[in-house]
């Protein structure tokens, strides 16, 4: 880890938090994902060696503590009081990028959207039955692919057909959903515009949107870039 030098702890902070990787790997620890490879899944492009590093120079540090499984089987990872403090960074920083950054297309990766969704879903709705739901995203680098497994309030995301009928299917515009979990739109104007479109049972196509709690800073308002006109 390199230093600063400084005693500011603003650059004693920094040399922690700005560690590339570092805020997403402590996002996922406080959403939940406690396996090496729930936090993994959660951050796409993120190299397996790379995420043993930082979580090992996280325990160092008195981040993250982490204890074997008890199947053997890896270990389980939390935050530890020092961590839950430095989340609340990563909330600011979430805050004001909501606030002042642009949705970028290099942004859009439906993928990312659906994992944070279903971290995120309001389990008091989810049915009781086993739900199976297929989305197909256009838009993007290429067509995606994802099925969404529901039953008894778990979830798990599948990148290959898990072998089970779908009951609904979702044909998305990868922009328009991000957007929507991003609270940058409407679910009636996406389903209007035929940016999201559903195939299903009839309460099924009413009862998904209901379940989506949404990205934990879609009730911030961007801020507007235009700059205003000068006196004459």
């Not at 790997?25 to 930082?54: H, K």
């Not at 993007?140 to 609904?168: A, F, N, Q, S």
Request: with cysteine.
């Amino acid at each position: 880890m390199r230093t600063y030098g400084q005693y500011c702890p603003i650059a004693r902070g920094a040399e922690i938090f700005a560690e590339r990787w570092t805020p997403l790997i402590i996002r996922n620890l406080r959403l939940g994902c406690g396996s090496f490879g729930e936090i993994l899944e959660g951050a796409p492009g993120l190299s397996r060696t790379l995420l043993s590093q930082r979580l090992k120079q996280l325990e160092r540090l008195g981040i993250v503590t982490s204890a074997p499984k008890p199947d053997g089987r890896g270990c389980h990872y939390e935050l530890t009081p020092a961590g839950h403090d430095l989340f609340k960074v990563c909330v600011s920083l979430g805050e004001w990028g909501a606030a002042w950054l642009e949705i970028a297309p290099e942004h859009l990766d439906p993928f990312v959207a659906l994992w944070s969704m279903c971290n995120m879903l309001r389990r008091d709705r989810l049915p009781h039955r086993r739900v199976v739901i297929r989305f197909d995203f256009t838009a993007h680098r290429r067509i995606e692919r994802y099925w969404l497994l529901i039953e008894h309030g778990d979830t798990e995301i599948c990148k290959t057909y898990p072998g089970v009928d779908e009951d609904l299917y979702i044909t998305a515009e990868a922009e328009a959903f991000v957007k929507w979990h991003a609270g940058r739109l409407s679910w009636a104007e996406a389903v209007r515009d035929r940016r999201i479109q559903l195939h299903g049972p009839s309460w099924l196509v009413r009862a998904f949107p209901t379940w989506n709690a949404r990205s934990a800073f879609a009730h911030v308002k961007p801020v507007s870039r235009t700059a205003p006109s000068s006196a004459a």
